[in-house]
T-cell receptor, first 112, second 110 residues
Framework: DTAVSQTPKYLVTQMGNDKSIKCEQN?????MYWYKQDSKKFLKIMFS???????INETVPNRFSPKSPDKAHLNLHINSLELGDSAVYFC???????????FGPGTRLLVL | GQSLEQPSEVTAVEGAIVQINCTYQ??????LSWYQQHDGGAPTFLSY????GLEETGRFSSFLSRSDSYGYLLLQELQMKDSASYFC???????????FGAGTRLAVHP
């Protein structure tokens, strides 16, 4: 029944490591997103895909690489993790217009 | 640049009414959304205004004035479970881009 799911829920890792976060939605939406929420709860869009095509690519270090194998999945790979990458990463999906976005439960990333 | 302003904190008592204001300055504006986020949880959609005026959804209402670049979320008959952060977000430009405000933390007291 879960609409938007993410794995893992928690991720604790060392600086310099590479990690991936996976996201899946069963809402039939064509558009998916990655957001970063920092410790002050500021929520900022990172990427958006529409039907497997990258359509929003904000100013994000190129250590972050999204991949959409199909329109129900959007993964985020992060290379050479840094302390400043510690945050909660949310995946979301939406119908075409985007004003109503459905968020996953978040992945809490802590880089030590 | 693009900016959204909303109060950082609001406190109210159970049963009261509270209004959370949001002013925005963005390039390309399609509408204003509101999201609720409980501590440790995910943002959940509350309301959207694409046109000027009031939208009502149960105890929650949202208002938009495009000419004033201003909107608000009105929460009535406050309950303890309404204690959460509330974010206004502008649907800006093309491609479904939501730009979020910094959030307003609402504390509801007995």
């Amino acid at each position: 029944d879960t609409a938007v799911s993410q794995t893992p829920k928690y991720l604790v890792t060392q600086m310099g490591n590479d990690k991936s976060i996976k996201c899946e939605q069963n809402l039939g939406h064509d558009t998916m997103y990655w957001y970063k929420q920092d410790s002050k709860k500021f929520l900022k869009i990172m990427f958006s895909y529409n039907n497997k095509e990258l359509i929003i690519n904000e100013t994000v270090p190129n250590r972050f690489s999204p991949k959409s194998p199909d329109k129900a999945h959007l993964n985020l790979h992060i290379n050479s993790l840094e302390l400043g990458d510690s945050a909660v990463y949310f995946c979301a999906s939406s119908p075409p217009r985007g004003e109503t976005q459905y968020f996953g439960p978040g992945t809490r990333l802590l880089v030590l | 640049g693009q900016s959204l302003e909303q109060p950082s904190e609001v406190t109210a008592v159970e049963g009261a009414i509270v209004q959370i204001n949001c002013t925005y300055q963005t390039s390309g504006f399609y509408g204003l959304s509101w999201y609720q986020q409980h501590d440790g949880g995910a943002p959940t959609f509350l309301s959207y205004n694409g046109l000027d005026g009031l939208e009502e959804t149960g105890r929650f209402s949202s208002f938009l004035s495009r000419s004033d670049s201003y909107g608000y979320l009105l929460l009535q008959e406050l309950q303890m479970k309404d204690s959460a952060s509330y974010f206004c977000a502008v649907l800006s430009g093309g491609y479904n881009k939501l730009i979020f405000g910094a959030g307003t933390r609402l504390a509801v007291h007995p």
